[in-house]
């Protein structure tokens, strides 16, 4: 079974990858959301590194900056 820490980084990692993605598919550097957002560009390189845990606020004004909303479910935890 997995951790709650491991469950944790896999839903984390999982997020930047598919954030990550979808700013680089929508050909947007991280300066121009910064400065879209008012988020610091250096929080955003955390975000992007997996180096942060990132507030729900800061998750909410960059997807509205690429055009997204920011959707949360809880779902059973697929133990293989």
């Known amino acids: 079974m997995e951790s709650v820490a491991d469950v944790q980084r896999n839903v984390q990692s999982d997020l930047v990858t598919k954030y990550k993605a979808l700013r680089k ?20 390189t955390r975000f992007e590194s997996d180096k942060s845990n990132p507030t729900l606020e800061m998750m909410i004004k960059m997807a509205a900056a690429l055009g997204k909303k920011v959707t949360i479910s809880l779902e059973d935890i697929d133990n293989n």
């Open 25 to 44: 598919g929508q050909k947007i550097t991280q300066t121009k959301l910064a400065k879209v957002t008012g988020i610091p560009q250096p929080n955003i």
